[in-house]
């Protein structure tokens, strides 16, 4: 079972934190965003191991700095530099084993989507 929370309105150039608990194992986690009419685009992705290899879309890398803690079972989204253009529904999602990291059908569960609005 997979929780995010930590989504907001806030301005341009501003920063928040996304945190995702996750219960019933050790994954891979992602974070992804959606927009209404728009596919579910890959965000960021850490690997299991605490401290291991991150993955980052183009678009946020430099500004998003994805991070996990597995004794606390929490996966956290570091979001800086926000635009406008990141407004957006964040999801965080457990990966199943053997897959590539961006494809959201790599990804077994998702959580439930936090909103983020960045206002200009």
């Known amino acids: 079972q997979l929780q995010a929370f930590g989504g907001g309105l806030v301005q341009a150039g501003g920063s928040l934190r996304l945190s995702c608990t996750v219960s019933?194992?050790?994954?891979?986690m992602g974070w992804f965003r959606q927009v209404p009419g728009k596919e579910r685009e890959f965000v960021a992705h850490?690997?299991?191991?605490?401290?291991?290899?991150?993955y980052y879309a183009d678009s946020v890398k430099g500004r998003f700095t994805i991070s996990r803690d597995n004794a606390k079972n929490t996966v956290h989204l570091q979001l800086n530099s926000l635009e406008p253009e990141d407004t957006a529904v964040y999801y965080c999602?457990?990966?199943?084993?053997?897959?590539?990291?961006?494809?959201?059908?790599?990804?077994?569960?998702w959580g439930q989507g936090t909103e983020i609005t960045v206002s200009s």
């Open positions: 999602a457990a990966k199943r084993l053997g897959t590539l990291y961006y494809p959201a059908g790599a990804y077994a569960y």
């Open positions: 850490i690997v299991r191991n605490n401290g291991g290899n991150t």
């Open positions: 019933g194992g050790t994954f891979g």
